[in-house]
């Protein structure tokens, strides 16, 4: 079962920042948060990861709150190709441990013209 | 860079029929994964090769589906027979390290058993 909590769906106008949260209140101390999404029918696609230090590259920004339990990654302007259903995900990574990625429902982002 | 490439993109296929999907991974990428997603459900994990042996296959539904990647490049799912149940998309995806290294995904297959 997916061990994230994250609203079902969310708007946002074109060419402003989309903050979109994620709830993670069991999280263990060596487990990473990643953000995927699926655009339409296409495969998931990789966004960002990080541990507990906010994390940027060229696509977002990942927020995590101090005690780590929760999380917010941020597309400081939102085009309407991000219309997206995003994913939350965390993972333990490491030897013996699952790689495995665990989806969750998502939450479908739609950025509106 | 050529991208995690899956053939084909569409089946349709009659229940009891046979199918094999075909994924090549990124090159040089040792770790290829199956996930698939069926009827509106979630995308769910089939399992993991490291190069040609099977890490973890926990996922897999039952004996109908077999995964094969002889040689550590391609990877193969068999479903045989199909069922009904099996229609859904079926993702490939690739990585060069274990650990924190991301997933690339392929396009998907999508079946569809009638």
């Known amino acids: 079962d997916a061990k994230t909590t994250q609203p079902p769906s969310m708007d946002c106008a074109e060419g402003r920042a989309a903050n979109l949260p994620c709830n993670h209140s069991t999280i263990s101390g060596n487990e990473y948060v990643y953000w995927y999404r699926q655009i339409h029918s296409q495969g998931p696609q990789y966004i960002i990861h990080?541990?507990?230090n906010n994390e940027t590259n060229e696509m977002a920004s990942l927020i995590i709150t101090e005690d780590r339990k929760s999380s917010t990654l941020i597309l400081p302007h939102a085009t309407l190709r991000d219309t997206a259903v995003y994913y939350c995900i965390v993972r333990a990574p490491g030897e013996g441990g699952s790689e495995k990625l665990v989806f969750g429902k998502g939450m479908k982002l739609t950025v509106n013209p | 860079e050529a991208g995690v490439t899956q053939f084909p993109s569409h089946s349709v296929i009659e229940k009891g029929q046979t199918v094999t999907l075909r994924c090549d991974p990124i090159s040089g990428h040792d770790n290829l994964y199956w996930y698939r997603r069926v009827m509106g459900k979630e995308i769910k994990f089939l399992l993991h090769?490291?190069?040609?042996?099977?890490?973890?296959e926990s996922g897999m539904p039952n004996n109908r589906f077999l995964a094969e990647r002889t040689g550590g490049t391609y990877s193969t799912l068999k479903v045989q027979p199909a069922e009904l149940e099996d229609s859904g998309v079926y993702f490939c995806?690739?990585?060069?390290?274990?650990?924190?290294?991301?997933?690339?995904f392929g396009p998907g297959t999508r079946l569809t058993v009638l």
């Open positions: 090769f490291v190069k040609e042996s099977k890490q973890d």
């Open positions: 995806a690739s990585s060069q390290d274990r650990g924190v290294s991301r997933q690339f």
């Open positions: 990080g541990l507990k």
